[in-house]
Structure formats: C-alpha cells, structure tokens
T-cell receptor
Framework: EAQVTQNPRYLITVTGKKLTVTCSQN?????MSWYRQDPGLGLRQIYY???????DKGDVPEGYKVSRKEKRNFPLILESPSPNQTSLYFC?????????????FGPGTRLTVL | GENVEQHPSTLSVQEGDSAVIKCTYS??????FPWYKQELGKRPQLIID?????GEKKDQRIAVTLNKTAKHFSLHITETQPEDSAVYFC???????????FGTGTRLQVFP
C-alpha cells in the first residue's frame, strides 16, 4: 500500500530533551516536506527536500533540523524542544514537477513539550 | 512573503444546502490550487485541485472555480451531507514550484 508513515504518533516530552520524529514514504517521491498545524494558523512549512541530500528552509524553520540521507526517509529533529513547539506535525511527499501534483500526508504526530 | 487568505473560518449549514469557501492568493505566478479536507483527528486529504489554465472543475458535488485576474479561487459543495463536516484547507503553489502555501482553514459543520 502506497503511504507516508510517521513515528511516533504521540509524544510528550520536556523542554530541552532532544527528539526525532521519523517520516518514511514508499512511493519513490523526490519531494518531501514537514508542516506544523496550529489552531487558526493552518499548515505552515518547516523544511522541505527536493531530493537526497537537498534540503531547504520553509516558512518556520527555527528550532528544527532535517536530513535526507535516503530517498524514502526525512526525519525531523528538535535539538532542544521548547513549549512553543507543541503542535501537530505532518510529513508529506509528492512527485517532483511544476507544483502540479498531489501532496500525500502522513498520519500526523502530536507533540507536547512541557 | 506570499500568502493565502481563506474565509470564512467557520461555516454552519443545514444538510442539503450549499457551502462556499473562498481563498485569495498573492503570488500572480501561482499555477496550482488544491483543496484538502481534514476530518477530525485525521490527515489532510486532497479532494479537488485546479490548474491555472482552467477556470472551473467539478467532481460530483464538489466544484472549484478560479479567477486569475482577481487572484481568487473558491470551493463549492452542493447538497451538503453530515459527512462533509470537516476542516477544509485551500493552498496555492509558489510560482511554478512544488511548494504550497496553505490557507488557515475553514471548519464546516453540516447539521442534519
């Protein structure tokens, strides 16, 4: 089954404790992206990657890191989480090409930073 | 920076009525406009999209219209049903790229 998976689905942590949220897709998509969803603010892009070893900042990259060592995986790293990073996070992937193809979303990761 | 405005933020309709959600985008080079539906606790899923060379697209009870001159696009849902209740997001591409800018969402409630 073609899909985007994320782990963990739920995470409660404390300020300053490094964490990684994994994202994996089995559709051979070149483009992958991380979004955060907050009430009243919609989906905002954190980082994106157009292919292996190619990553770039989105609209709200502060406090986050990513890596793209393999085509299928795009982990999101919070080196020192803070309470303002409490949010619902979505990974998405798509075929590259002219902004005209569907982005497929993962199931989401609800993160709470105390 | 580029942005997408979406209105209304909440919309309540009676079952069987129509619902319209409107978005305005700022990037005149945007060429792709998807609409995503997000049910409670679920991931966003694409329900319909339109490209800049088309003015209108319809899929059963759902239609999207695009006015490039005014930089407006709208989602129309006819004969609404309770299962249409969800949050709807519009988005616009940044120019001819893969990047999307999303609107802030509309919570649609359809009352039986």
């Amino acid at each position: 089954e073609a899909q985007v998976t994320q782990n963990p689905r739920y995470l409660i942590t404390v300020t300053g404790k490094k964490l990684t949220v994994t994202c994996s897709q089995n559709m051979n998509h070149e483009y992958m992206s991380w979004y955060r969803q907050d009430p009243g603010l919609g989906l905002r892009q954190i980082y994106y990657s157009m292919n292996v070893e190619v990553t770039d900042k989105g609209d709200v990259p502060e406090g986050y890191k990513v890596s793209r060592k393999e085509k299928r995986n795009f982990p999101l790293i919070l080196e020192s989480p803070s309470p303002n990073q409490t949010s619902l996070y979505f990974c998405a992937s798509k075929v590259r090409g002219a902004g005209a193809d569907e982005q497929f979303f993962g199931p989401g990761t609800r993160l709470t930073v105390l | 920076g580029e942005n997408v405005e979406q209105h209304p933020s909440t919309l309540s309709v009676q079952e069987g009525d129509s619902a319209v959600i409107k978005c305005t985008y700022s990037d005149s080079a945007s060429n792709y406009f998807p609409w995503y539906k997000q049910e409670l606790g679920k991931r966003p899923q694409l329900i319909i999209d339109i490209r800049s060379n088309v003015g209108e697209k319809k899929d059963q009870r759902i239609a999207v219209t695009l006015n490039k001159t005014a930089k407006h696009f709208s989602l129309h849902i006819t004969e609404t049903q309770p299962e249409d209740s969800a949050v709807y997001f519009c988005a616009a591409s940044i120019g001819n790229t893969d990047k999307l800018i999303f609107g802030t969402g509309t919570r649609l409630q359809v009352f039986p």
